[in-house]
Nanobody, 125 residues
Framework: HAQLVESGGGSVQAGESLTLACVAS????????IGWFRQAPGKEREGVAN???????RYVDSVKDRFTISRDIAKNTVYLQMKSLTPEDSGTYIC???????????????????WGQGTQVTVSS
């Protein structure tokens, strides 16, 4: 039984938009802050955005003002709306859950308790 299941990846042109979704189990959604990491070939996996149960959101500087993370409590789902995409945004986007107490470590891989399977985002110039 997967705790996190992503969807919504795809191939787009630069400047276009995509929205990713991560459906969490009830257990995870209620106890963990959930966010997204991304990994491009040959690059380190980096934290992109995170949202806590309080609604507090966090973003890596490179996506601020372009990406929006949100949560739908009724659907146990976290969304990542991505606008003005550039080729540098390409990579595998992976949903990640961190136990609430450690949300401040949202961008650290070592803090992640659950990973999704990942969804590919490709942005062409």
């Amino acid at each position: 039984h997967a705790q996190l299941v992503e969807s919504g990846g795809g191939s787009v042109q630069a400047g276009e938009s995509l929205t990713l979704a991560c459906v969490a189990s009830e257990y995870v959604f209620s106890r963990f802050c959930i966010g997204w990491f991304r990994q491009a070939p040959g690059k380190e996996r980096e934290g992109v955005a995170n949202i806590a149960n309080t609604g507090t959101t966090r973003y890596v500087d490179s996506v601020k003002d372009r990406f929006t993370i949100s949560r739908d409590i009724a659907k146990n789902t976290v969304y990542l709306q991505m606008k003005s995409l550039t080729p540098e945004d390409s990579g595998t986007y992976i949903c990640a859950a961190i136990y609430t107490t450690y949300c401040y470590r949202w961008a650290q891989q070592g803090a992640v308790n659950y990973w999704g399977q990942g969804t590919q985002v490709t942005v062409s110039s």
